[in-house]
């Protein structure tokens, strides 16, 4: 089997087509051996990573092959453009200026500003930073 690097193949194919060949048997190499030639094949000769590099994100992509998850029929569907651009459309709303917000940011602000306001925390640093000194307990 070619273990050099094809033409216009991504680093990623490359590992993909060693590791199925060397889970195959076609290819009788360790990892560590198969790390060397790749190594040299992207010019990783300086400063060349160890097998697991290689070996590690291969056994991740097979065992997601082999769940079934690249296959057409399983994959869930990809939302259109359309789709997200509704969605998005959904979630905000036009400010007076024009410009869009999002529900949930605004509502989640507005929890922020109104925990802060109550907040003895709130109210102890502001007079601290002010330098005034309360006379009264604030809520």
Known sequence: MNLRRLENEKIEQ?????????DAGII????????DVINKE????????????YRKPYQQAKKF????????DKRPPTPSVQD????????????KDGSLSSDKLVE???????????SPR????????L????????I
């Open 14 to 22: 490359y590992i993909w087509r060693l590791g199925t060949a060397k």
């Open 28 to 35: 009788d190499k360790s990892w560590d051996e198969l790390a």
């Open 42 to 53: 992207i010019g990783n000769e300086n400063m060349p990573y160890t097998s697991s590099a």
């Open 65 to 72: 092959y082999d769940a079934g998850v690249f296959d057409n």
């Open 84 to 95: 997200v651009k509704s969605a998005y459309k959904a979630q905000t709303t036009i400010n």
């Open 108 to 118: 989640m602000n507005e929890q922020q500003a109104k925990a802060a306001c109550c």
């Open 122 to 129: 709130f109210w102890g640093r502001l007079t601290q930073l």
């Open 131 to 138: 330098g005034v000194r309360r006379k009264s307990k604030i």
